[in-house]
Antibody, heavy 125, light 111 residues
């Protein structure tokens, strides 16, 4: 059974870079049937899509975050990563990674069927 | 403001039926992109509840059903149970934003 696990620092200082990794087990990240995504949820608020990546390395980003976000994939380690630069308190959230179904070649159009448990990141000095 | 609009908190007694709507526009649901629904129990990660408008993943009870029409979609829960108390989110794809969009979420309380 496929499992996703987020990892990374729980505390990041303002203006620094938030870096998280999602490790995929029980399946291959190189499957042509899926994309892989990051989603976040600020305390007490709703879900916000951050971006999606295909195993080829092609990435797609939320336009509101695009200038600060980089998502990368390492197929040899079966994991993908998120970098968010110049963080502020507004980036404090639970960050989830998820497997994104790929029925049509529109990243995210087909839903996210497996989610990690989430990791809490606080931006504070 | 979320691109997809969901109603304020809803509630129902055990055994009742509730409907949660998700209103989009011509650049997302109205374009024909599918709507997906997620259930988020307190303190846990979201779980895919309905995909492609009306399909249930394996293990999801048939008390949960979904539909899409025009620029809107609906999630219907029948025979409410205490364990259905959760936040529910709709999700689609938006061509103007070229990305995934979520609704703001609707909290369901089982009385």
């Amino acid at each position: 059974q496929l499992q996703l696990q987020e990892s990374g620092p729980g505390l990041v200082k303002p203006s620094e870079t938030l870096s998280l990794t999602c490790s995929v087990s029980g399946g291959s990240i190189s499957s042509s049937s899926y994309y892989w995504g990051w989603i976040r949820q600020p305390p007490g608020k709703g879900l916000e899509w951050i971006g999606t990546i295909y195993y080829s390395g092609r990435a797609y980003y939320n336009t509101s975050l695009k200038s600060r976000v980089t998502i990368s994939v390492d197929t040899s380690k079966n994991q993908f990563s998120l970098n968010l630069t110049s963080v502020t308190a507004a980036d404090t959230a639970v960050y989830y990674c998820a497997r994104v179904r790929r029925v049509i070649a529109v990243p995210g159009a087909d839903g996210m069927d497996v989610w990690g448990q989430g990791t809490t990141v606080t931006v504070s000095s | 403001q979320p691109v997809l609009t969901q109603p304020p908190p809803v509630s129902g007694a055990p055994g009742q039926r509730v409907t949660i709507s998700c209103t989009g526009s011509s650049s997302n649901i109205g374009t024909g992109y599918d709507v997906h629904w997620y259930q988020q129990l307190p303190g846990t990660a979201p779980k895919l509840l309905i995909y492609a408008n009306s399909n249930r993943p394996s293990g999801v009870p048939d008390r949960f059903s979904g539909s899409r029409s025009g620029t809107s979609a609906s999630l219907v829960i029948t025979g409410l149970q205490a364990e259905d108390e959760a936040d529910y989110y709709c999700q689609s794809y938006d061509t103007s934003l070229s990305g995934v969009v979520f609704g703001g979420g609707t909290k369901l309380t089982v009385l």
